[in-house]
Structure formats: C-alpha cells, structure tokens
C-alpha cells in the first residue's frame, strides 16, 4: 500500500466547481490504476472515477459522467478530480485509493485517508 493524503474540497453551490488532490506520502503511485470515491451521509462508499497508469484512459461514473474530471501527474506523484456543474447529491467525503484493475471499480488499497469534505448546497 502507498499512503495517501487526499486535499481540497469545501463549500459550494450549485453549479459551481470545486477541486480534490491526493498525493502519495511514500511511495510512488505510477504503478497503480488510480480512482476516487465517494461516500455520503447514511451511505455506502462509491466509485467516482478511475485514470489509467499514464492517464491515457478514464472512466467515470454514471453520475458524474460529462461533470467531472480526473487527471494524474506521476511526476508529481499526485491525482486530481476536477469537479464542475456540481449538484447537492455530490455532498460527500472524497478519497482516493488505487484501484484493482483498468476494467474495475474495486479499491485496492485497504486503507483509507481522511478525505475532504465535499458540500453543495442548493
């Protein structure tokens, strides 16, 4: 496991745009697929979106397909999810974590970070 920090977030309305990062503390995370998740309040954590080792493919959930983006920086050991057109549903703490496999939407990782907190209000 690399160990991750994961930054950003805040407070937002509506359709406005916010940012997350996560950068390794120790490690390198070129070798890993690498995704976000999401969890909200009362709910089971989900899978946001997923980047390749070079960051030449993604994919994203349904939700927030056309909204958000994700993109990596291996130089920089770090992975960011762009978030634009933001809506209340996407309230939540953001992590990020490796993810099992290019077709997968499985954490690899079995710890997690703290996370940012992420409010969209209405």
């Known amino acids: 496991q690399v160990p991750l920090v994961e930054s950003g977030g805040g407070l937002v309305q509506a359709g406005g745009s916010l940012r997350v990062s996560c950068a390794a503390s120790?490690?390198?995370?070129?070798?890993?697929?690498m995704g976000w998740f999401r969890q909200a309040p009362g709910k089971e954590r989900e899978f946001v979106a997923r980047?390749?080792?070079?960051?030449?493919?993604?994919y994203y959930a349904d939700s927030v397909a056309g909204r958000f983006t994700i993109s990596r920086d291996n130089a920089k050991n770090t992975v960011d999810l762009q978030m634009n057109s933001l809506k209340p549903e996407d309230t939540a703490v953001y992590y990020c974590?490796?993810?099992?496999?290019?077709?997968?939407?499985?954490?690899?990782?079995?710890?997690w970070g703290q996370g940012p907190q992420v409010t969209v209000s209405s």
């Open positions: 980047i390749s080792w070079s960051g030449g493919s993604t």
């Open positions: 120790g490690g390198t995370l070129s070798s890993y697929v």
């Open positions: 974590n490796a993810v099992l496999r290019i077709d997968s939407e499985i954490p690899k990782f079995t710890s």
